[in-house]
């Protein structure tokens, strides 16, 4: 099933259109204060070890992330839990469902403090919401941090309060929660770092609204899911019983051939392991292209995969006359030499899908003398005009391309790393995949998919030259740039996580096979990420 995530200003919407049809803001808010008050029983119970006789602290703010706070407070309440609530404003201060709740909460409610808490077995963070408008500060600010030093389980409301929902950004004071409930759908913080990390587990539940919202508000990003791109994985990458007859004669050109590009004898690692990748990853031919002086060099370090020296612009125009490639990959160690940056620019003159790793990223920037690469180059480019133009940076790659865009400047001004890799995306015409924890995959009609797996394993030298010869090799045997980046960061992620502590990038290609395996567990049935119009239209 296809995950939408959704902005909080889609959910409000959400929320409105279902309130529109008849259903009660206030039955909406029950509805999610129940599943809040079910979610803590089941922590009271884990805690507690008993039905029904621990204490529950309930800390609610101004708004309706606090109503959910009341109704929550009152069914448990009634389940017999003992139950100390505090707020941060007095009930004059609670308009609407909020006041509701409030009273039909009808019993006491206390200033926040650290002392509601100290016979607790729980602590419900029901403070902000979706509607948190600004860092929190001054007292709210001492008291999450004190409640963070407290030890207890939080459990919190739609989001940890102090999270940015719609980017996932903590400015100030955040709770840290060891669960958290929200409902309908997620929300780009439940996804994106930092935000995730305060969220601890994270539970969806239905409170009434229906799917068919979906159509009129639209969503931000979809989360990466097998199902996006299972329709196209390709043949060679199945148990043979599951293969096409009519594909079993396949040959190798019939799985297509990668041609990637390589840096100076002293720099070859990066290239060995995106092209070793895309072979592990089905593509049927791979060719290195190292500089003349490498090539024996480098030739001595590959067997199945071939080597093809070139030299220049013109060399590479000899070698890809020569034989059909499907693939040009440049980037891991390529070098930012004058001549390895001509390679570049002629690369992206070519019709040939084409993807851009590491130095051939920074070349679009080095040399130039504004600073500011000329996106106009990617947007024309033969490759992006048909859909097979692929840029993987990494953080600091991107905010060469993109500076207004950079992480930095996402921080400072609070936006959103899925609005940010969208633009990115569009500006440059680029299948984007902007790595990181929460690694955002963007294409340049607006679309998104977001894999949110904290792999620190992965963080090693070469695991992104991996990641782009996987995408290569898939390619190659013609699944599209958008499901290729999909299945590739899923599959890059799930052998960082199986392999664990220890990991270094040669061991990334070497996992591919059992993966495949997993991948063949699937149900087919989905339909292409690459189909998926999403959007907000
Ligand atoms: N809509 C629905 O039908 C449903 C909604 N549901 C629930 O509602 C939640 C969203 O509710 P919400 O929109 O009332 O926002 P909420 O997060 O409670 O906070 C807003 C208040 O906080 C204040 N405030 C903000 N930042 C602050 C700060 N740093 N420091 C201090 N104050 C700050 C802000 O003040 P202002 O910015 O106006 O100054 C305003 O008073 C959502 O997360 C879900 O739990 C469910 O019940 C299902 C049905
Ligand atoms: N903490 C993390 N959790 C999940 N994935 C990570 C983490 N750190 C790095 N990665 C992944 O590892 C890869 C690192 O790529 P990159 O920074 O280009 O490395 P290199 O240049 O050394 O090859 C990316 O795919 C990134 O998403
Ligand atoms: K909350």
């Given at each position: 099933m296809l995950v939408e995530i959704l902005t909080p200003a889609q959910m409000a919407q959400a929320d409105q259109l279902t309130i529109d049809s008849g259903v009660l803001g206030y039955q909406l808010m029950q509805s999610a204060g129940q599943a809040v008050a079910n979610a803590a029983v089941d922590l009271l119970e884990r805690r507690t070890g008993s039905g029904a006789s621990g204490m529950v602290c309930i800390l609610c703010g101004p708004g309706n992330n606090g109503g959910d706070g009341f109704v929550a407070a009152q069914l448990l309440e009634e389940e017999g839990w003992s139950v100390i609530l505090g707020c941060s404003v007095g009930i004059d201060d609670l308009t609407g469902d909020a006041l509701l709740a409030a009273e039909d909460w009808g019993d006491e409610i206390f200033s926040l403090s650290p002392r509601l808490w100290q016979d607790a077995d729980l602590v419900i963070d029901a403070l902000f919401g979706a509607g948190l408008s600004r860092p929190i500060s001054g007292e709210l600010a001492d008291l999450i941090d004190e409640l963070n030093l407290s030890g207890l389980p939080v459990l919190s409301v739609d989001l940890p309060s102090g999270v940015d929902g719609t980017s996932g950004l903590a400015g100030g004071a955040c709770v840290k929660a060891d669960q958290t409930v929200t409902f309908f759908r997620k929300k780009p913080a439940h996804l994106l770092y930092p935000g995730k990390a305060f969220c601890g587990d994270i539970f969806c539940v239905d409170i009434g609204i229906e799917e068919q919202v979906l159509d009129d508000t639209g969503h931000i990003a979809v989360e990466n899911q097998p199902v996006l791109w299972i329709d196209s994985w390709p043949e060679a990458l199945k148990p043979i019983a599951d293969i096409d007859p009519l594909r079993l004669a396949d040959h190798k050109f019939h799985r297509g051939h990668c041609l990637v590009l390589c840096g100076d004898a002293t720099h070859s690692g990066a290239a060995?392991?995106?092209?070793?990748?895309?072979?592990?990853?089905?593509?049927?031919?791979?060719?290195?292209?190292?500089?003349?002086?490498?090539?024996?060099?480098?030739?001595?370090?590959?067997?199945?995969?071939?080597?093809?020296?070139?030299?220049?612009?013109?060399?590479?125009?000899?070698?890809?006359?020569?034989?059909?490639?499907?693939?040009?990959?440049?980037?891991?160690?390529?070098?930012?030499?004058?001549?390895?940056?001509?390679?570049?620019?002629?690369?992206?003159?070519?019709?040939?899908?084409?993807?851009?790793?590491?130095?051939?990223?920074?070349?679009?920037?080095?040399?130039?003398?504004?600073?500011?690469?000329?996106?106009?180059?990617?947007?024309?480019?033969?490759?992006?005009?048909?859909?097979?133009?692929?840029?993987?940076?990494?953080?600091?790659?991107?905010?060469?391309?993109?500076?207004?865009?950079?992480?930095?400047?996402?921080?400072?001004?609070?936006?959103?790393?899925?609005?940010?890799?969208?633009?990115?995306?569009?500006?440059?015409?680029?299948?984007?995949?902007?790595?990181?924890?929460?690694?955002?995959?963007?294409?340049?009609?607006?679309?998104?998919?977001?894999?949110?797996?904290?792999?620190?394993?992965?963080?090693?030298?070469?695991?992104?030259?991996?990641?782009?010869?996987?995408?290569?090799?898939?390619?190659?045997?013609?699944?599209?740039?958008?499901?290729?980046?999909?299945?590739?960061?899923?599959?890059?992620?799930?052998?960082?996580?199986?392999?664990?502590?220890?990991?270094?990038?040669?061991?990334?290609?070497?996992?591919?096979?059992?993966?495949?395996?997993?991948?063949?567990?699937?149900?087919?049935?989905?339909?292409?990420?690459?189909?998926?119009?999403?959007?907000?239209?």
């Open positions: 060995r392991l995106a092209a070793r990748s895309a072979l592990r990853a089905g593509a049927g031919l791979v060719t290195l292209a190292p500089p003349c002086d490498a090539a024996s060099l480098v030739a001595a370090h590959v067997t199945a995969v071939m080597v093809e020296p070139v030299q220049d612009v013109a060399s590479l125009g000899t070698v890809l006359a020569k034989r059909t490639y499907d693939v040009l990959v440049a980037g891991p160690a390529l070098g930012k030499t004058q001549d390895r940056r001509a390679l570049v620019y002629d690369a992206l003159e070519r019709d040939v899908a084409l993807l851009l790793d590491a130095d051939a990223l920074s070349c679009l920037v080095d040399g130039i003398e504004s600073g500011e690469a000329d996106l106009s180059l990617l947007r024309e480019s033969p490759a992006a005009r048909s859909e097979r133009l692929v840029l993987t940076p990494h953080e600091g790659e991107f905010a060469r391309l993109f500076p207004d865009l950079s992480h930095r400047v996402r921080e400072e001004k609070r936006l959103s790393k899925l609005d940010c890799a969208i633009t990115a995306a569009q500006r440059s015409g680029a299948v984007l995949v902007l790595k990181g924890a929460d690694t955002v995959i963007a294409t340049p009609d607006g679309r998104a998919v977001v894999h949110s797996d904290g792999v620190p394993y992965l963080a090693t030298a070469g695991s992104g030259d991996v990641l782009v010869g996987i995408i290569a090799g898939l390619m190659a045997q013609g699944v599209s740039a958008l499901d290729a980046c999909c299945a590739g960061v899923w599959l890059h992620s799930r052998a960082g996580r199986s392999f664990g502590p220890g990991l270094i990038a040669e061991d990334l290609p070497e996992l591919l096979p059992s993966l495949y395996m997993d991948v063949a567990g699937y149900l087919s049935g989905g339909f292409h990420a690459s189909d998926w119009t999403g959007g907000d239209d």
